[in-house]
């Protein structure tokens, strides 16, 4: 417990929400040395949390001690035929590549670090092994099960940790770093790294690894991997996923609670880079949500995906405060690749509703960059659901928020909150893309024009051919649409270049608090009750709250669905004046 709170303390930004759009970003290459890591490695507390199993085999030079290396060791393991721990002295010298494969030890084993001596009966702190030449720190092959607890690996130029053949690793309250990239993971072996666990300040200049994590060997298909995640991958670096590179429809990224992927960085993919079919997917539950965030890159400062069935599909999942050059400042999508954000219906997170984010990414590039929060290209899909869009800006607080660009290529919102956002529109298509927003509010986006004055942004913005419809959505603060777009069921406070049905123009729609970024509906709204069911929601509002909710108090203009990303499901208001002013004037008349 003790250890999981001095983590935090340690390596997680007191303020996650910088000044924007000034702020500063995180980690430098300085920062990564490995020196820097050493002295974050010597802060961690406290050891092992599991217990000995098997034989226990200790290594050191003092009494009751039964090894003197960790080869040494492994070849006492392998002579007996059940699982085994192995415990390293805490000043004892490791400088060792380690091999663990059906070769030299039998049944699973454990490395425990931290042992004052051999005599001792707890564990405090990490025992360190290091290594400065090839091959890796650590090999896993051959169907192996390893546990790392209380270890640092330090690969100072070479992989630290390499897990491959059906081998399963778990890391607990242990470090991976400085190697050149941190743990790889191929052919069908399995990393978790729990939450007390870091992989921090690897760096490597192949294009074909992550600097933190690789998962999957190039030109070798299905050479992949699973890799579970909750702990924190940061402060790596590499050409193609500063913190994690994934390959191949086998290479699994699964983020779960705790997950955090930070100050990362890299040319494609700051954070993570996915290819050739690779999956990422989970996201963070009940008191810790999963994040990506800070990591930069010339392309999709946080997460790049492409190729055809690559796939990203996160629920509760943070991805702010990252930075591109050029394209996809928080997500970029590429050549036939797909990424969806959702809130999970079933578990909650740490801040409702902002469960999903995809907030106050930045593109840096002088000029009008398009997609600081979210970028789509060349037969991309994105889909969002239940997932706010907040304060991203581009270079000079303009370009284009939300784009998508070709021909076969999409983007879906449904249930999305775009607010405060430094963009030209809220959202833009061009080149015979498609961009489909239903159940979407926006509010308070406005970009700066010339350096000079700020202008509110379009509502929506078609060009090329592209295709924009909205529906059962409310756009306010707007100055109108550029380019041809169409729409139903809308509240709109300016209807320039739309061609809507159904549409209030220019009332309030009636948000609780829009300066502060609070879309919900207030009880007087015009959008509620507004909408049928030609626009089928789907799934329930940005609140996890049923769409439809049928208001008694409220006339059903074409049906019971509200506008916008909010349905308001409050009790209705039969007694409107709580009785309290005695002046039944003030009653509904539909109040009996
Ligand atoms: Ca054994
Ligand atoms: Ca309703
Ligand atoms: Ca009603
Ligand atoms: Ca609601």
């Not at 004892?92 to 091999?99: K, L, P, T």
């Not at 699973?226 to 790596?236: H, K, Y």
């Not at 629920?315 to 690749?337: C, H, L, P, S, Y």
């Not at 999409?410 to 030209?424: D, G, K, P």
Request: glycine share 12%; charged share 15%; with cysteine.
């Amino acid at each position: 417990m003790m250890a999981l709170i001095f983590t935090e303390l340690i390596f997680t930004v007191p303020s996650d929400f910088p000044d924007f759009p000034n702020r500063r970003k995180g980690a430098s290459k300085n920062s990564r040395s490995w020196l820097a890591g050493l002295v974050f490695f010597c802060l961690g507390l406290l050891g092992p949390l599991y217990p000995a199993q098997g034989d226990i085999i200790r290594i050191g030079s003092g009494a009751n001690c039964n090894a003197l290396s960790i080869t040494h060791a492994l070849q006492q393991a392998l002579v007996t035929p059940g699982p085994d721990e192995i415990r390293l002295e805490k000043e004892f010298s490791y400088n060792e590549s380690i091999v663990i494969d059906n070769a030299t030890v039998q049944g699973p084993v454990t490395l425990s670090g931290g042992w004052e001596s051999c005599t001792s009966s707890s564990s405090t702190g990490r025992s360190f092994i290091l290594r400065t030449s090839p091959p890796a720190v650590v090999t896993v092959t051959n169907n192996q099960v390893v546990v790392l607890d209380g270890i640092e690996l330090f690969g100072l130029g070479q992989i630290s940790l390499d897990v491959s053949s059906g081998s399963q690793v778990t890391l607990i309250n242990s470090h991976v770093g400085s190697g050149s990239t941190g743990i790889r993971v191929s052919l069908g072996a399995e990393v978790t790294l729990e939450r007390d666990s870091l992989v921090i300040f690897n760096e490597t200049t192949s294009p074909d690894e992550g600097g933190g994590i690789t998962c999957g060997l190039p030109g070798t298909p299905n050479s992949g991997g699973t890799v579970n995640i909750n702990g924190q991958v940061f402060s790596n670096s590499a050409p193609n996923g500063g913190g994690i590179h994934g390959r191949w429809p086998n290479c699994r990224i699964i983020v779960g609670e705790g997950a955090v992927i930070r100050d990362n960085e890299a040319t494609f993919g700051g954070g993570v880079f996915l290819a050739q079919g690779a999956f990422m997917g989970g996201g963070g539950t009940g008191s810790q949500g999963s994040r990506i965030h800070s990591n930069n890159a010339e392309q999709g400062g946080g997460l790049y995906v492409t190729d055809p069935g690559t796939r990203a599909t996160l629920f509760n999942t943070r991805i702010e405060n990252n930075e591109a050059m050029f394209t996809g400042g928080g997500v970029e999508v590429r050549k036939d690749g797909f990424f969806s954000l959702n809130r999970s219906p079933v578990n909650d997170c740490p801040n409702p509703p902002r469960c999903s984010v995809i907030s106050r990414n930045q593109l840096t590039f002088p000029g009008d960059n398009e997609g600081s929060a979210l970028y789509v290209r060349n037969g991309g899909q994105a889909e969002l659901f239940r997932v706010f869009i907040e304060e991203n800006s581009g270079f000079n607080r303009a370009g284009q928020a939300i784009h998508v660009e070709d021909d076969n290529t999409t983007i879906l919102l449904h249930s999305v909150q775009i607010w405060n956002n430094r963009t030209q529109a809220a959202m833009s298509a061009t080149g015979s893309a498609a961009l489909s927003g239903a159940y979407v509010s926006v509010a308070r986006n406005n970009w700066l024009v010339a350096g000079e004055s700020f202008l509110p942004s379009f509502g929506a913005s078609a060009s090329g051919g592209a295709d924009v419809t909205l529906v059962t959505s409310i756009l306010t603060d707007t100055r109108g649409y550029s380019g041809d777009v169409v729409g139903d069921c809308l509240i709109v406070d300016d209807d320039n270049n739309l061609t809507a049905f159904n549409t209030l123009v220019g009332v309030d729609p009636g948000f609780q608090d829009p300066a502060s970024g609070d879309l919900h509906l207030r009880s007087t709204s015009p959008a509620l009750d507004y909408c049928d069911d030609s626009y089928p929601p789907i799934g329930s509002d940005i609140d996890l709250q049923s769409r439809g909710n049928d208001n008694p108090l409220e006339p059903n203009l074409l049906g019971p669905y509200d506008l916008g990303a909010d349905e308001n499901t409050d009790s209705p208001l039969i007694f409107a004046d709580g009785f309290e002013s005695g002046n039944t004037s003030s009653w509904p008349v539909t109040a009996p």
